[in-house]
């Protein structure tokens, strides 16, 4: 099976940076795309960033211009740098990893349990 961790969540002021990290693992043929999301308490999970089998990146509005998605290939790593973070950013920041089972050849979605990112003064 296909395994999903996330790290680096933490406390952080508001205008402060965090490095989230999403490591895959397991029974990986290939990965296709990466990507996080996050939900903040009683509300929806939301799309944040992704990045592409290609290299290409796509950010939710909210966030474009602060955070950066980029990807180790060789780790089957995603790494999520977050600047001038504010209160609207506290969330559980989720990672999504498509990815085709080397077992039997089934390409799906897996999630981690997600990382906690506080912003608070």
């Known amino acids: 099976q296909v395994q999903v961790v996330e790290s680096g969540g933490g406390l952080v002021q508001p205008g402060g940076s965090l490095r989230l990290s999403c490591a895959a693992s397991?029974?990986?043929?290939?990965?296709?795309?990466m990507a996080w999301h996050r939900q903040a308490p009683g509300k929806q999970r939301e799309f944040v960033a992704a990045i592409r089998d290609g290299g290409s990146t796509n950010y939710a509005d909210s966030v474009k211009g602060r955070f950066t998605i980029s990807r180790d290939i060789a780790k089957n790593t995603i790494y999520l740098q977050m600047n001038n973070l504010g209160p609207d950013d506290a969330a559980i920041y989720l990672c999504?990893?498509?990815?085709?089972?080397?077992?039997?050849?089934?390409?799906?979605?897996?999630w981690g349990k997600g990382t906690q990112v506080t912003v608070s003064s």
């Open positions: 397991g029974s990986i043929l290939s990965i296709n795309d």
């Open positions: 999504n990893v498509m990815a085709v089972d080397v077992r039997n050849g089934n390409r799906m979605g897996y």
